[in-house]
Each structure stands twice: as C-alpha cells, then as structure tokens.
C-alpha cells in the first residue's frame, strides 16, 4: 500500500491556525503523513479566509497554480471559510478540487475522507446548522509552549461588514468541564501559556449546568497549577463586563492584555456597522482598563473607509485613537464582502482615500507606540522565552502585555532557554518591540 500523504497551507486568522493544528490531528490519526511540500503530497489542503476581498483572491491563485498538480492525481482540498461562502460554486471555479468543507463541518471530516479515499470525487461538508463544535483528542500543535483552545465557535453577532457568521455558523460553547479538562492536560504536557480562543471569545457560557461565564472560566484556568500565562481573544466590547477586568487584577496568571476591537470612532459609523455600541460605551471599557491595579496593554482591530466613512468621522477615529493610546493596532481598508448588509450600501469611499485615511492613522498610532514603548526603558518585564535570533545573538521573548521583547543572556551557550520565564531589563525600544538584557536568573 501507498503512502498517504499530505500538505496544508492555512490563511487567515488564529482560529484557522488551531483549526488547522486539529485538522492535521484528524487527518494524522486517520493514517495520513505531513510533508513540508504541496509536490510531495498525496492530498493538499487549503484552509482559507475570506474577511477580506485580498485574502480570499490569494486562495484562488493557489488553486490556479494547482492545477497541473491536480492531473498528476493529487487530491486538493478546500477548507474553511471561502469553502463555506463559495460552497459547491468552487467545484465551477476549480473543476480539480475534491472536497470543500467548512468549519462547522470538520466534526464530519474523518467520514469525509473515507468517501475521498473510495475515490468519491466530490465531497462537501457544508451544513450550517450545528450546536457541535470541533474538539477533537488529536490536535498536533505547532508552538511548543504556548496552546491554543478554542472555547466558542461561531458568531450570532451581524455587523454589517463582516462574513463570519455566514463562514463559521451560529456561537457554540464548549462545556467548562472539556475546556478545564483540555488546559490541565496542556499543562501536564509541559506547556505554560494558553490562549483561549473565539469570534468573541467573551460571548462564552457555559453549556453545561455549572453555567461559568466568561470571567469565571478565565479565572479557574488561570488556577490550575503550573498554568503560567493564559491570553484570550477576540473579545466583542458589548459582551466585554468589569469582571473580566477584576479577574486580570486578581490572578497573575492572566495577561495584562486585552484585544477589544473598536472598528471606528465614530457613534454615527458604529451604529451603521451594527456593533451594537457607541463610542462612549467602547470608552467606560476602556476606563475600567486604565483604572486597574495591573498596568493592561490594549490593542484594537480599526476599519478605515466604511460606507458613508466622512472626513469627520475619520478624525473622530484619529481623535480616539490619542484618547485610548493603543499599544498596538491592527488597521484594514473596508472590503465590500458577499452576503453582508454593507455591500449595498450607497456612498462607498473610493480605494485611494481608504490608503490615504489608512496611512494617516498608523503615522498616528507609530508616534503613540515609540512614545508609550521609550517609556519601558529601565523597566524589568518577565519574557518567556520562544526563539533564538543566531544572527544577532539574541533571544526571542514575549512579555505578559503581548510586546515582543528580545534579550541577550551572558550564559547563551548554556542549556537552552526556550520555555523559560526571565526577568529582562529593558535597554532600547523600537515602535513595534522592545530590546533588552535578562537579569540572569532562570526560573
Ligand atoms: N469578532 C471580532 C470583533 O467583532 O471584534 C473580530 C473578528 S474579525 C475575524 C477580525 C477583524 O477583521 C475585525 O475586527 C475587522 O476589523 C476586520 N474585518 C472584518 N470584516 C472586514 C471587512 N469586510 N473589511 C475590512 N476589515 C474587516
Ligand atoms: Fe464579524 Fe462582528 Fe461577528 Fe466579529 S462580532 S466576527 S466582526 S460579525
């Protein structure tokens, strides 16, 4: 018998990375064999992102260059969320593809390769209505310290710009119980820092009868012994209550960051966007953040070029941006999506402004990083440890407010580092990270 091998390539975001990490379990436990090559593969995968227009082009290039690879009787799979929103019209685009599948639809996945393996041509799975969600015992994780956990699937929000809840399907929590059980069992297996993830991962509830919400889970796994750090994201500013707050100020285990994605500062936008807050809202958040005995970083997510998007709503995003002093942001060009109620809208800002307004605000928010990250300089933060820089002699560190922090170390050719936790002195900062030199002690 043949080799069965295969390839993936994930697009997107941190739920397709994990996607991806159980996807590659699955396929593991089903008998199948990861190759660093599409080339060298039986089957390949993609699993894909449609947020943006660009990021769903990208995957349609990749299946163009696959199709040669396709007559020499590869098998290509297309996974995620362009297999949702495109569903069978992929099979029309790209007649050499074999299976197309969604996320909700990855329950189904070791059936769905029995069909493939039978020589079934085409295989979909993209049924939306499900209350499962996809755990799975053999996820193969990429990091060897810090795990990902997927805690809630799917979105019940309808911003008017976004194609998640038509990609991932309505929001399903797991139970307390799995996620406690998951996260110990990480631990257990020598790893220190989990990122619990969702859509809106504050959406959380308990399914099951002990009913945790979302600060309560946050806390009891920031609890389980030998847990170091626990990160979450993406957390939605309607659901996002004190509590979560009180439970970073109360636990050192949980990081002092938190992602809350405002999307604009405009109240009149807002509304148009359907994100169900208002600017004053978004900010009694953020002033529970500021006023916490922890010093908590916080990043956002900004749409520039929304429909209707005026000059004066753009300053009022420019004007909040000065009012939070982010630490980081992540800024993207409104891209008009399939299904969703800003695709219709009238007053649609031409590409040119949406760079210019986009290249105006990271000016605005560099200025604000160099400042807020020169000010670290004679701080000691703790950076664990995840990589080594050879070519400049330095290690690769992250800090409990999510900066990249690299360090040289006098012991540096001693036993490796990797994993550890260390105190570093801040030396030199850049817009983006900081440098520094550790302070010996390796705990
Ligand atoms: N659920 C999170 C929230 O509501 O804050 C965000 C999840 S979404 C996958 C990640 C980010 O992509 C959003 O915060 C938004 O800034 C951006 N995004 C989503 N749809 C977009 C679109 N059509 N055009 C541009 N950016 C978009
Ligand atoms: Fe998209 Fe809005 Fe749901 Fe976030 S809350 S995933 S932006 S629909």
Redesign the pocket.
């Known amino acids: 018998m043949t080799e069965k091998t295969f390839y993936i390539e994930t697009f997107g975001c941190q739920m397709n990375a994990h996607d991806s990490e159980k996807v590659v379990g699955t396929l593991a436990h089903s008998g199948y064999t990861q190759v660093d090559t599409p080339e060298a593969a039986g089957l390949v995968v993609y699993n894909t992102c449609s947020i943006r227009d660009k990021a769903e082009q990208k995957v349609f290039h990749r299946l163009d260059q696959f199709k040669r690879g396709a007559k020499k009787g590869k098998i290509l799979a297309v996974i995620g969320c362009v297999a949702q929103q495109e569903g069978e019209r992929i099979f029309d685009k790209a007649p050499h593809v074999s299976l197309v599948a969604g996320s909700a639809s990855y329950n189904r996945l070791p059936e769905m390769l029995v069909q493939l393996e039978a020589g079934n041509r085409r295989v979909t799975g993209l049924d939306l209505d499900t209350s499962e969600t996809f755990d799975t015992p053999f996820t193969r994780r990429d990091k060897p310290y810090r795990a990902y956990i997927t805690i809630i699937e799917g979105?019940d929000?309808?911003?008017a710009y976004?194609v998640?809840?038509f990609t991932r399907g309505p929001e399903r929590s797991r139970t307390s119980e799995s996620v406690m059980r998951e996260a110990t069992g990480l631990v257990d297996a020598g790893y220190s820092e989990v990122q619990l993830l969702g859509?809106?991962v504050n959406s959380y509830r308990d399914p099951s009868p002990a009913g945790w919400d979302f600060a309560t889970l946050l806390d009891r796994v920031g609890r389980i012994p030998g847990m170091r750090r626990v990160r979450f994201t993406t957390s939605?500013p309607r659901d996002f209550v004190k509590e979560i707050v009180e439970a970073i100020d109360g636990n050192p285990a949980l990081c002092n960051h938190v992602h809350l994605p405002v999307q604009s500062g405009s109240s009149r936008v807002l509304q148009s966007m359907q994100r169900l807050y208002t600017r004053d809202e978004y900010m009694r958040r953020i002033e529970w953040m500021k006023k916490a005995r922890r010093n908590i970083s916080i990043t956002t997510d900004i749409i520039v070029g929304f429909p209707g998007e005026t000059e004066a709503d753009f300053q009022a995003t420019l004007d909040l941006l000065g009012e939070v002093e982010y630490d980081s942001l992540f800024s993207f060009k409104y891209s008009p999506r399939p299904n969703t109620a800003a695709l219709g809208m009238e007053d649609q800002v031409p590409e040119e402004e949406k760079t210019r307004r986009m290249t105006i605000l990271l000016e605005k928010q560099r200025a604000i990083q160099i400042r807020k990250n020169s000010e670290l300089i004679g701080t000691v933060e703790e950076a664990l440890v995840e990589g080594r820089n050879e070519a400049l002699g330095q290690w690769i560190g992250r800090t409990s407010q999510n900066r990249p922090l690299n360090f040289t170390h006098a012991d540096s050719d001693g036993a490796s580092m990797m994993g550890k936790y260390l105190p570093v002195l801040v030396t030199r900062d850049g817009p983006n990270s900081l440098a520094g030199e550790s302070m010996m002690s390796v705990v």
């Open positions: 979105c929000k309808s911003c976004c998640v809840p859509q809106n939605h």
